[in-house]
């Protein structure tokens, strides 16, 4: 069974920095691109940021760029999104999610979520 698991949430104050960690357990990660996505109270998930297999190729928001990393592990199954620079209106519930091979604008095509990490930004 696919699971991915979610750690590194907390609350920093703005400016500061924290690393986001994504395990996978049941499956193979380097097969799939995983992303990164973020909800915040009364707002739609949006996508954040994907990395494909190899690592090779990624992309960001827009509202990210510059300041979020991504990058991958696939001998430690995990997946990493560093973040700094974050800003008040980066605090929400963020899910990292499997797709086979590559990345995809839309989170419908994501089919293995983990539950998910609060990342408060607030002084």
């Known amino acids: 069974q696919l699971q991915l698991v979610e750690s590194g949430g907390g609350l920093v104050q703005p400016g500061g920095s924290l690393r986001l960690s994504c395990a996978a357990s049941g499956f193979t990660l380097g097969a799939y691109a995983i992303g990164w996505f973020r909800q915040a109270p009364g707002k739609e998930r949006e996508g954040v940021s994907c990395?494909?297999?190899?690592?090779?190729?990624?992309n960001f928001a827009d509202s990210v760029k510059g300041r979020f990393t991504i990058s991958r592990d696939n001998a430690k199954n995990t997946v990493y999104l560093q973040m700094h620079s974050l800003k008040p209106e980066d605090t929400a519930v963020y899910y990292c999610a499997a797709k086979f091979l590559f990345c995809s604008n839309s989170h419908d095509a994501f089919g293995s979520w983990g539950q998910g990490t609060q990342v408060t930004v607030s002084s």
């Open positions: 990395i494909t297999t190899s690592g090779g190729s990624t």
